[in-house]
């Protein structure tokens, strides 16, 4: 059965700090993995990352895989308030289309 | 576009009475999927749709709870009779096909609470 864990599971930081979190799997056939954002509401899509060492960027958003060791990075610089949320990482089943949620990290952002 | 719609974004009712979940997919994707969150189980999915035809239902709970999509722009998760533990966020979703058939874009969710 596909697995993934995040880490840490909470985390309170200051405005301004730099924070990274992280996602590792077990997986069949690995194919891509997934980064989603969730504040109060529906989880948005942040990152889909399918090679090793590419990083992906998004302003102060950004993601690399590791493939070899199974497991990815959400690093996140100049932390704001605006980025308190919880932070969801999911990767595809194989042969079919669900994906396996990790239970997610909250981050907690103090002015 | 609007993105996936869901309705309604709260319900509130009481055990034992019929609840229908509605869902409109982005225009022009291919699957779409309906999850249950709760603080207790995190994001479940429940089933998921390929050019409107259930493809895995696995995740379905039991018999009360019934998914269907009549046409590609609408979709209806149904529980009969509700039960006070299917209170929880109701999210659907839905992907395009090709390269990006796994990023998924949620709807709101429909907050649902059964007393």
């Known amino acids: 059965e596909d697995k993934v864990v995040q880490s840490p599971l909470s985390l309170v930081v200051h405005e301004g700090d730099t924070v990274t979190l992280n996602c590792s799997y077990e997986v069949t056939n690995f194919r891509s993995l997934l980064w989603y954002k969730q504040e109060k509401k529906a989880p948005t899509f942040l990152f889909m990352l399918?090679?090793?060492?590419i990083e992906k960027k998004s302003g102060r958003l950004s993601s690399i895989l590791d493939k070899k060791e199974l497991f990815s990075i959400l690093n996140i610089t100049a932390t704001q308030t605006g980025d308190s949320a919880v932070y969801l990482c999911a990767v595809p089943n194989f042969g079919n289309e669900k994906l396996t949620f990790g239970t997610g990290t909250r981050l907690t952002i103090i002015p | 576009d609007a993105g996936v719609i869901q309705s309604p974004r709260h319900e509130v009712t009481e055990m034992g009475q019929e609840v229908t979940l509605r869902c409109k997919p982005i225009s022009g994707h291919d699957y779409l999927f309906w999850y249950r969150q709760t603080m207790m189980r995190g994001l479940e999915l429940l089933i998921y749709?390929?050019?409107?035809?259930?493809?895995?239902d696995s995740g379905m709970p039991e018999d009360r709870f019934s998914a269907k999509m009549p046409n590609a722009s609408f979709s209806t998760l149904k529980i009969q009779p509700s039960e006070p533990r299917d209170s929880a966020v109701y999210f659907c979703?839905?992907?395009?096909?090709?390269?990006?058939?796994?990023?998924?874009?949620f709807g709101p969710g429909t907050r649902l609470l059964v007393l």
């Open positions: 979703a839905s992907s395009p096909g090709g390269y990006y058939q796994e990023t998924q874009y």
């Open positions: 749709f390929n050019n409107n035809v259930p493809i895995d």
């Open positions: 399918t090679s090793s060492g």
